[in-house]
């Protein structure tokens, strides 16, 4: 089935919705495991679900953005480098925040656990404006905001 890039926007942005809800959840169980209101146990399993929708959202947003990026216009190439560089950075944050070591220290987890929270919120923003939007994503080979003179 190939997708056109308005399946695409729609898919990812709303992908971002449901992130947007898990983040909202790992910042709250960090802000309660700093003050000292939730278990270390119930952080690790906030944080471990933010990891898996991630994961899950980053391997979906390559899995349709890498065959067109580099395409879509002469920045494309660039735009695909980010998308691969943030997308690194975030898998390495995860998996040192879900790594056995990491849990003997609940506290720098919680506060590195709102860093990336604030990182994942900024990087959607990101995206959505500068990727999934209707100028830089679309359907049709028509250049907005061009002249031919």
Do not use: Y
Not at 42 to 71: C, D, F, M, T, Y
Not at 121 to 141: C, G, H, I, Q, Y
Request: charged share 30%.
């Amino acid at each position: 089935m190939d997708l056109s890039n308005d399946d695409r926007r729609r898919i990812l942005r709303g992908q971002h919705v449901h992130l947007r809800k898990t983040i909202e959840a790992a910042r709250s169980a960090a802000t309660g495991a700093l003050a000292g209101r939730i278990s270390p146990e119930e952080l690790q399993r906030a944080v471990s679900a933010l990891e898996r929708e991630l994961l899950a959202h980053l391997g979906e947003e390559e899995r349709l953005l890498e065959p067109i990026l580099g395409k879509l216009d002469a920045w494309g190439p660039l735009r695909l480098t980010l998308l691969h560089a943030e997308h690194a950075h975030q898998r390495a944050v995860m998996a040192l925040l879900t790594g056995k070591s990491a849990w003997p220290a609940s506290s720098l987890v919680a506060g590195r656990t709102l860093s990336m929270c604030e990182e994942l919120l900024t990087d959607m923003e990101f995206e959505e404006r500068e990727l999934l939007n209707e100028k830089v994503l679309r359907d049709d080979s028509i250049l907005l905001d061009a002249s031919d003179a």
